[in-house]
């Protein structure tokens, strides 16, 4: 029987349940050995000239070895997100001018980490206050900007907003909606680290990162260095969320600072500068408009966004392109239009964070969906199923280069409504309706599709066994919690026979491992691991060569006797039997691979939601949520279901609790855990995970990635939840977070201003 | 920063007598936020942590004396029967780390109005016990509050226990938040009825500068109640009764919750406790919670 599909427990967990992970902040590396300790002095403005700095007190302070600010700085500022205006660069530490709360202003470099903190307090800036551009409209109308030399406010934008007339010409039924979708903090439980050490002429840089590879181009590009002069290591890392991909500005300044310094340097950020300092997410203004006849039929859908890039522009400023390739979701429309324009605010910028565009996209059009069921008095899945992209229709071309792969998405939507009882939840809703209950019940749908491995479907990966008959297995891949050890060990395992404890899986070394692209965008397995796979399967036929001599047998008579991990000969119970540790001893035996798929994926599924609102205080409260996941075959049930369990709380999080909020000032309003609510288990019922598997034909395995999707299924069917719970009191939309007083304003509004 | 870490009550006011501008601190959940955050930074910390008379409670003339470093997970182990109000809002009180170390005399020393032991308190007539090294002196707990984050106690003295009289009757306490638990509270109400005085004590939290008593609704249903012969409440007393609470308030607007919000919150949550307080006073039901 194979080991792919079952339910192997997590070979990482042993070390982090009892002698814990070793991350950034714990390494007793001897490279770091006498390592100074940056802390970060930040703008306490979000918009304002700085007319001096006087560093003096400081570099009296106990401890302090340098205080360095933008003037001793010669690294160039970066154009973070590389299509945006070039005017909007950034500068490591900030020089004539801060652009939000938690910039970079000047860097303390002291013996010990609480000299820092002590010493950060006497470094005197003289901030001269400009006006804060905190809303997406003050962005655009361009009164103040934020870079004057770049004379907008915009730092990308494609597509005209206006779709052109005739666009919903034969619709009968139009409806438009502006809608939200929220700013929210990515909060990895480990927060951001690194530490650099600069060593005859190389730079030695351990960080909390998601991509050692790339992060290691990033840094030797903006240090004006070789490639090969910078190596990169990541240790254990806590969670990244998308918002650990590449070199953030800090982790620069630390490499910089350590061959500035002649001394290594260490930097561990607080909860409070995460959540400012770290990028944020989704942050996305849309405009949705959607038309079709009065039978259901969708025939047009538009979406508008205005996302906010926040104060320097990184990759959250090009998340909208994606929001609008994935736009129609599963539906077969007609006709759609997108265009979006991204802003720079006086805000914390904004990058990847758990589904990164598509979940936007996603929200946006199962919104317009109820909106629209709601519109025409039809039920919101007899909407959704009137639309559906149907299963002959694949590929199902989105651009002229992207065509979604296969999906089932009316059959996941029926799994998913028949799970729930679908018509008994209506019924149960009605009854309490009728009967005046203030505990008011909702049923939410939605329905997903979405891009996995979309920014590039290739990975290398290497399987060597030794003669002592361990392996050891290196990817390119960038695990941070998703279980990689575990699941690349039994794609090594499953074709070799060698026992999954003898199998060792090294990853995030860039000496080690020149190239890889790292674990983001739901990508890891069909990419990294398939590359295992492939890698794993050329070995056993570079191991049936060697072997054929020595069992005097054709390459084709022979197999893999997977009990004892040796080469055989087929059907000959009797013949001897080389094992691959014996095949090793007598000469190296590894394989290194490439795997590219050329395109991506495209996993779908339908949630549905069940929520009880208190009509009285406005509390919702999550009371049931069936999952349908369908990423293709499942390798490893557990890890499977683990990346929903926290898909899915993250996606009910960012409907119910989440939020990052600016005052008018650009002052955050919620950047600590007491004021922003990450979730807890109290606040989430238990999740009802249903199985069906769509395999694609873009690798041999069938896989696609499970890492976003439940983020992405569980949000808008909260959502549409919580509406459909007080949509019966006139209420069509709320905004996100959907707290109590946001459910109660919305119903006080519906009713009138009544009571 | 000095630390002093005295090793009885007697040491505690000596020093505190000595260094008014020492910050006490138990169980420092309130505390070590602020020092955290860099919101104060105090010339001295004094350490309650090793003064066992501070972490006992018991009877003292038929109250029950709790010190004020007791820890909200023994409130709730310990004393849910006798202060049965007390220990529902001790079940609210951010995580279970945070309750087996926050207390009663922290929630007191801080005085924010969103403090989630106070309505509790204020519906069950506490008072607080006060000393220094001038003496002892109690203070009932709706004199106790002066502003925001700001209550009696002289520069020299130290909360050392809050006494109050066990339930005689039902009590409630509800508080809507935006999660369940570990949040600051968008407002909070608590409620016991006190057969044996005829009469309903109150206490609102997060709706008013300080916490405070809904006197006017204790002084209404007082004379609505029926104590001798109870009889289910009719829907428009207990209407106005959440009217007369939400009056009692003075809410803000916020980033937790607009003014509007609190006021309408408290006036469903007031209603709802006297509902399920009156009917487990009826005997019909088991203790109902929000």
Not at chain 1, 418 to 439: F, H, I, P, V, W
Not at chain 2, 258 to 266: D, E, V, W
């Amino acid at each position: 029987m194979s080991i792919l599909g079952t339910r192997v427990h997590r070979v990482e967990d042993p070390a982090f349940l009892t002698k814990g992970g070793t991350y950034t902040d714990d390494l007793t590396d001897e490279r770091l050995a006498g390592a100074l300790h940056l802390t970060l002095v930040r703008s306490p403005i979000a918009h304002a000239t700085i007319t001096s700095i006087d560093t003096s007190a400081a570099k009296q302070a106990p401890g302090v070895v340098a205080v360095l600010t933008a003037a001793d700085c010669d690294l160039e500022p970066v154009l973070v997100f590389d299509r945006a205006n070039k005017k909007m660069v950034r500068p490591y530490l900030a020089t004539d001018r801060v652009r939000f709360v938690g910039e970079p202003v000047a860097a303390v470099l002291t013996e010990h980490p609480y000299q820092g903190e002590d010493a950060a307090e006497l470094v005197d800036v003289d901030y001269d206050p400009l006006p804060a551009v905190v809303d997406v409209e003050a962005a655009l109308n361009g009164e103040v900007l934020l870079f004057p030399e770049a004379g907008t406010n915009v730092a990308t934008a494609k597509g005209s907003a206006d779709p052109g007339a005739g666009f919903f010409a034969d619709c009968e039924v139009v409806v438009t909606k502006q809608i939200l979708n929220q700013r929210v903090a990515p909060a990895p439980l480990e927060t951001r680290a690194a530490a650099a050490a600069w060593d005859d002429g190389r730079y030695t840089v351990f960080c909390s990162n998601q991509n050692a590879q790339g992060t290691r181009d990033d840094l030797a590009e903006r240090l004006g260095v070789d490639v090969a002069d910078v190596h990169v290591i990541l240790p254990d890392v806590g969670g990244g969320f998308g918002a650990k991909i590449g070199a953030d500005p800090e982790y620069v300044l630390v490499a910089w600072l350590a061959r500035r310094l002649g001394r290594p340097v260490r930097w561990s950020e607080s909860r409070s500068e995460n959540m400012t300092g770290l990028v944020h997410g989704r942050a996305q203004h849309q405009t949705i408009t959607i038309g079709g006849d009065r039978d259901g039929t969708v025939k047009a859908y538009q979406l508008k966004i205005v996302g906010e890039a926040g104060a320097y522009p990184a990759f959250g400023a090009a998340l909208p392109n994606l929001t609008g390739m994935m736009a129609r979701g599963t539906y077969d429309i007609a006709r759609k239009h997108s265009s979006y324009v991204s802003v720079v605010t006086n805000t914390t910028p904004t990058g990847a964070y758990r589904g990164a565009g598509r979940p936007e996209a996603t929200q946006a059009i199962e919104r317009a969906m109820d909106l629209f069921a709601r519109a025409i008095g039809m039920d919101p899945a007899d909407v959704r199923r009137k639309n559906f992209i149907a299963p002959e229709q694949f590929p199902y071309e989105i651009t002229d280069e992207i065509s979604y792969d296969t999906g089932e998405y009316a059959k996941a939507l029926d799994l998913a409504l028949r799970s729930a009882g679908y018509e008994q939840l209506r019924a149960e809703q009605a009854r309490r309706r009728e009967r005046g209950d203030t505990k008011l019940l909702g049923i939410g749908l939605s329905s997903y599709v979405e891009i996995t491995a979309g920014g590039g479907a290739s990975e290398n990966g290497s399987v060597e066994v030794h003669p002592d008959g361990t392996v050891t297995v290196l990817t390119g891949s960038s695990p941070h919690g998703q279980g990689h050890a575990t699941a690349w060990a039994m794609l090594a395992h499953e074709q070799l026979g060698i026992p999954m404890e003898k199998i060792t899986v090294r990853h995030g070394d860039t000496d080690q491992i020149p190239e890889g692209a790292g674990t983001m965008g739901s990508r890891s397995l069909q990419t990294g691991g398939i590359a295992v796979h492939k890698a794993a399967g050329e070995l056993v036929e570079l191991a049936k060569q060697r072997a054929a001599d020595l069992l005097e047998a054709d390459v084709a008579d022979l197999v893999v006797d997977k009990d004892v991990a040796a080469i055989t000969v087929a059907g000959v119970p009797s013949a001897r039997k080389i094992t691959f540790a014996e095949l090793a001893a007598q000469e190296q035996l590894r394989v290194h691979t490439e795997w590219d798929a050329g395109k991506a994926t495209f996993p779908f599924g339908a949630h549905v939601a069940v929520v009880e609102v208190d009509a009285e205080t406005g509390k919702a409260a999550v009371q049931r949520i069936w999952a349908v996941d369908d990423a293709g075959p499942v390798l490893n049930p557990l890890l499977f279901d683990g990346q929903r369990h926290g898909g899915i709380a993250q996606g009910i999080a960012q409907a119910m609790l989440e939020e990052v909020t600016y005052d008018e000032d650009g002052q955050p309003l919620a950047a600590s855990f007491a004021d922003y609510g990450i979730p807890s288990a109290a606040e989430l019922p238990s999740f009802d995970l249903v199985g069906m598997e769509t395999p694609t034909d873009a690798n041999p395995l069938g896989y696609k990635g499970i890492g976003e999707a439940g983020t992405i299924g569980s949000c808008p069917a909260v959502q549409n939840a919580v509406i459909d719970a007080v949509a019966h009191l006139g209420v069509d939309h709320i905004d996100m977070p959907l707290t109590p007083v946001r459910v109660w304003t919305a119903i006080q509004q519906a009713a009138g201003g009544a009571k | 920063m000095d630390f002093f870490r005295p090793d009885s009550l007697a040491e505690a006011l000596a020093a505190k007598a000595e260094h008014a501008d020492a910050v006490p601190i138990a169980g420092g959940t309130d505390v070590m936020v602020e020092l955290n955050f860099d919101h104060r930074r105090p010339a001295a910390l004094l350490d309650l942590g090793r003064i066992v008379e501070l972490h006992e409670h018991g009877r003292q003339d038929g109250k029950v004396r709790i010190g004020a470093a007791v820890p909200y997970a023994r409130i709730i182990d310990e004393l849910g029967r006798e202060l049965p109000g007390l220990a529902m809002a001790a079940r609210t009180v951010g995580s279970p780390q945070i309750r087996n170390r926050g207390s009663v005399g922290g929630n007191l020393g801080a005085a924010s109005p969103a403090g989630d032991s106070h309505p509790a308190l204020l519906a069950a007539n506490a008072e607080v016990e006060i000393a220094s090294i001038r003496g002892t002196r109690m203070v009932p707990v709706k004199d106790f509050y002066t502003g925001v984050k700001r209550n009696v106690l002289a520069p020299d003295e130290l909360i050392t226990a809050v006494h109050i009289a066990p339930a005689t009757g039902a009590q409630q306490f509800s508080k809507v938040g935006t999660r369940n638990a570990m949040v600051i509270a968008v407002c909070a109400f608590g409620l016991a009825l006190h057969p044996d005085q005829k009469r309903v004590g109150t206490g609102l939290g997060s709706a008013a500068p300080t916490p405070r008593p809904a006197t006017k609704a204790e002084e209404f249903i007082a004379t609505e109640l029926d104590w001798e012969s109870p009889k289910p409440l009719a829907d428009s007393v207990l209407r106005r009764f959440g009217a007369l609470v939400a009056e009692a308030a003075s809410p803000i607007d916020d980033v937790r919750g607009s003014a509007a919000y609190r006021r309408h919150a408290l006036a469903v949550l007031a209603r709802r406790t006297l509902g399920w307080a009156w009917s487990e006073h009826l005997g019909g039901g088991r203790r109902a919670c929000a």
